[in-house]
């Protein structure tokens, strides 16, 4: 909401408060103000100049040759290159020395061969945006009307000199979308009076129920109709004062007609419209349903396509306007119009939302309904808008209103007592000190012993519980006086719990290994709700989603860190390392809220170590993953309960991928993404993990412990291991461990060959053993005591021979 200083200053009295002051005030009342503009506040030596005589330019086709009146001596000529300048006209000049917005400074000059002093300025050029400016200004110049003196400020003339207060508004302070609502909170704030106007239009003799009459066959959602019939009018521009105030509340002026209603709107909060009577054709307005599949062109010239639950001003036989949110095409308003026909209704804001929202059309009609607008208010919006027009339009008002309906809610009783106040709010106020506030506020009220009942006015739709006493008692009386204090009770310990610290742990190694985290939506398709995931159940789909691609909740975190790292890969980012901890969503039944549980999940593509002095480079590889996560397992003491296990789960690389085992019980998966789907996405190869998170971080674990360096040598022995290609390296690896006891120490794999030299069918499988003693030197009888019995362990559980 933009409010004009000046504007503003018609209703309350606000002379002693500068912009600045004022938008401080009511941001501490509770209504943010975003920013306080200053159009003028870097425009210097604009005046308002008449154009004596206008010739061609003799050197240029698309220049002119004005001599101008800038109040001076003797006028000044100004070269000009507007279609539009011509002699006879008012226009704002900006003389030489000047400066115009972005410290554009206005210099003597000569235009091929002509002296130039001054610039004649178009509404642009004076910082009034394009969309804004009247159509018949939009190129060119602008020309004021005859009631300007050549030499005045041409900036206070076009209201530039204003202040405008941008208001940021909660969707439930609805009151404060018009002028005369921010006056009443003003007047609240600064404990002064609001001066309304007080509508009283010259009526003819004949009455308007004679020029139209009004059903309404959809009550529910407008129980109110009231129309005014104006004849006789002259379409012209409106009043420059009217115009300037419009453009600075963000409204761009049209004709005298179209802008008396939007005055209104803005002045008032009760959206108006403007039919042209004559094109009525049936002297009849029929408010009703649309019927399904009903064509209508609106004001835009769009043709729409209705549908039943949405809401149209017929003539009784096709519509002319879709209620509260644009006029047709059919019943507009044009220069050629004499007859007009003010609407004044009370609409349901949701049927002219829904209405809005299916048609792409947002307005500041529909904005105010959405959200409610004054029913008291209707009639005299109406007035409103018809004495203008018989002022600045030269209109006849018929007698009387033409009224469908009747919608006049009784105001709400809000009941708190001061005890209940005082405890809310921490403060000792008086009930004299709140009858004040409430006073201020312009609320009726009555008390009785210790309680007070608040008549809440219509214009305050938001005030419906004591809760909302409270808080306007509290921003009026000042956020900045209620006492400061301490919450009572028990001090809790600070700091993070085992879980918080845990996830913490992870996320700091993982950054620390090279990735970058994502954080991703957790609503989806269809398609990809269930993708990946490590418990595939039916997906979760919301009631009311934004779009398809948003409708389920998801099972993993994969799809969206895929399509991540497939978006960084497109834009030349080839090498990706991303992770997120985040939850997924797993069904319990109908009407059962969805399980939450917590992930790890991430991806690498691309290069994941790179040494450009030496000449290195190591792409990712499924070993990479399975490092990263036995790393952040040791990072979280689980070292020894972690394992992994050959698996072929949808959407992985079928020989590059193995579940990942806690305790024997699957919590995880890691390995390559499957080649097709990488190919749909662009991708070269990709290698994914997730992890159960929530599962890893409630376990018990176990401290990190250091053990000192053996005192005494170890003994290293390789064996190479001929068995059969399918025995997997984790089962020789068990066995190995289970033989070879104590002094075994440590175990790896450091080759593994399968070629010509190996009989079809086999493989050839090589491990490091290291025996150590940390209390004495090692023999080798001993050792060799526990090989043979590793080997011996082998050869009877996994038939593996000793290569020869």
Not at 512 to 535: D, H, I, M, P
Request: include cysteine; proline fraction near 5%.
């Amino acid at each position: 909401m933009f409010v004009s200083y000046k504007w503003l200053s018609q209703y309350v009295d606000i002379a002693d408060q500068t912009p600045e002051e004022l938008a401080e005030k009511i941001t501490r009342a509770g209504i943010e103000v975003e920013g306080v503009e200053m159009p003028a506040a870097q425009m210097k030596g604009i005046v308002v100049g008449y154009v004596k005589s206008r010739e061609q330019h003799p050197n240029a086709d698309k220049l002119s040759k004005c001599l101008v009146d800038v109040g001076e001596e003797e006028p000044v000529q100004i070269i000009c290159g507007a279609k539009n300048v011509d002699a006879g006209q008012y226009v704002a000049v900006a003389r030489t020395g000047a400066v115009l917005p972005g410290n554009f400074k206005i210099k003597r000059a000569k235009l091929r061969g002509e002296e130039s002093n001054g610039m004649i300025c178009s509404l642009s050029e004076l910082g009034i945006e394009s969309r804004l400016n009247p159509k018949e200004y939009a190129e060119g110049i602008f020309n004021f009307p005859n009631d300007v003196t050549p030499g005045e400020d041409a900036l206070a003339a076009l209201n530039r000199d204003d202040a405008i207060l941008e208001l940021s508004l909660t969707p439930n302070r609805s009151d404060a979308l018009s002028m005369m609502g921010v006056a009443y909170e003003v007047a609240a704030i600064l404990g002064r009076d609001v001066k309304l106007p007080e509508p009283n239009p010259n009526e003819a003799g004949e009455p308007a129920s004679e020029a139209i009459q009004i059903r309404i066959d959809a009550p529910e959602d407008n129980p109110l109709y009231i129309a005014r019939v104006v004849k006789n009018v002259k379409i012209g521009p409106s009043p420059l004062w009217m115009q300037t105030l419009l453009m600075n509340a963000g409204v761009r002026p049209h004709n005298n007609v179209v802008d008396i209603t939007n005055y209104v709107l803005m002045e008032y909060g009760q959206p108006l419209h403007a039919f042209d009577l004559d094109r009525i054709r049936t002297g009849e307005i029929v408010v009703r349903r649309a019927e399904e599949g009903e064509k209508f062109v609106t004001l835009d010239d769009a043709e729409r396509t209705l549908s039943a639950d949405q809401l149209v001003i017929t003539n009784g036989k096709e519509a002319v306007a879709l209620a509260g949110v644009m006029g047709g095409a059919n019943s507009e308003v044009n220069d050629h119009t004499v007859n007009v026909l003010i609407e004044s209704a009370y609409f349901d804001g949701q049927i002219v939302r829904n209405a809005s929202k299916a048609h792409g059309l947002r307005s500041e009609a529909s904005a105010r309904f959405e959200k409610g607008v004054d029913p008291s208010r209707v009639q005299a919006a109406c007035d409103r808008a018809a004495e203008l027009m018989a002022e600045y339009a030269g209109g006849t008002v018929l007698s009387g209103r033409v009224v469908a309906g009747e919608y006049a809610p009784e105001p709400k009783k809000v009941s708190i007592t001061l005890d209940r106040l005082n405890t809310r709010l921490g403060t000792e106020l008086q009930m004299g000190g709140v009858e004040d506030i409430f006073s201020r506020l312009k609320f009726e009220t009555e008390t009785k012993n210790d309680e007070i009942t608040v008549t809440v006015p219509t214009r305050r739709g938001d005030i419906t519980i004591p809760e909302d006493l409270t808080e306007e008692v509290a921003r009026l009386y000042g956020y900045d006086h209620i006492p400061l204090t301490l919450p009572e009770g028990e001090s809790l310990p600070g700091g993070l719990s085992p879980y918080q610290l845990g996830r913490r742990v992870v996320r700091r190694y993982l950054e620390g290994a090279g990735f970058n985290q994502a954080v991703t939506y957790s609503l989806t398709s269809e398609k990809r709700a269930a993708q990946f995931a490590l418990e595939v159940r039916e997906p979760v789909a919301l009631a009311m989603p934004m779009s398809e691609e948003r409708a389920y909740l998801r099972e993993s975190l994969l799809p969206h860190l895929v399509e991540a790292a497939a978006y960084n890969s497109a834009r030349q980012m080839g090498s990706v390392a991303l992770y997120e901890t985040g939850s997924i969503y797993l069904n319990e039944g109908k009407n059962v809220q969805p399980k939450e549980e917590e992930r790890l999940a991430g991806i690498i593509t691309g290069i994941w170590q790179e040494h450009l002095w030496q000449g290195e480079k190591k792409a990712a590889d499924f070993f990479t993953v399975k490092g990263v996560i036995e790393g952040a397992a040791a990072r979280l003491g689980l070292t020894d309960r972690l394992s992994f296990q050959k698996a072929t789960p949808e959407g992985f690389h079928p020989g590059r991928t193995a579940a990942v085992l806690f305790d024997e019980q699957p919590v995880g998966v890691i390995g390559q993404l499957h080649p097709s789907l990488a190919k749909e996405v662009d991708l070269k190869e990709a290698y994914l993990f997730e992890l159960k998170l929530d599962v890893l971080l409630n376990a018990a674990r176990v401290d990190l412990a250091y053990t000192p360096i053996p005192r005494f040598p170890s003994i290293s022995r390789d064996i190479a291991l001929v068995v059969d290609s399918t025995v997997e390296a984790a089962l020789l690896e068990t066995i190995i461990k289970e033989a070879g006891g104590s002094l075994l120490t440590n175990i790896h794999v450091f080759d593994v060959y399968e070629g010509d030299r190996m009989e079809a069918g086999k493989k050839s499988v090589a491990f490091a053993l290291t025996y150590v003693n940390p209390d004495k030197t090692l023999t080798d009888d001993e050792v060799t005591a526990v090989h043979e019995k590793v080997l011996a362990a082998l050869k009877e559980k996994a038939n593996a021979e000793l290569r020869a």
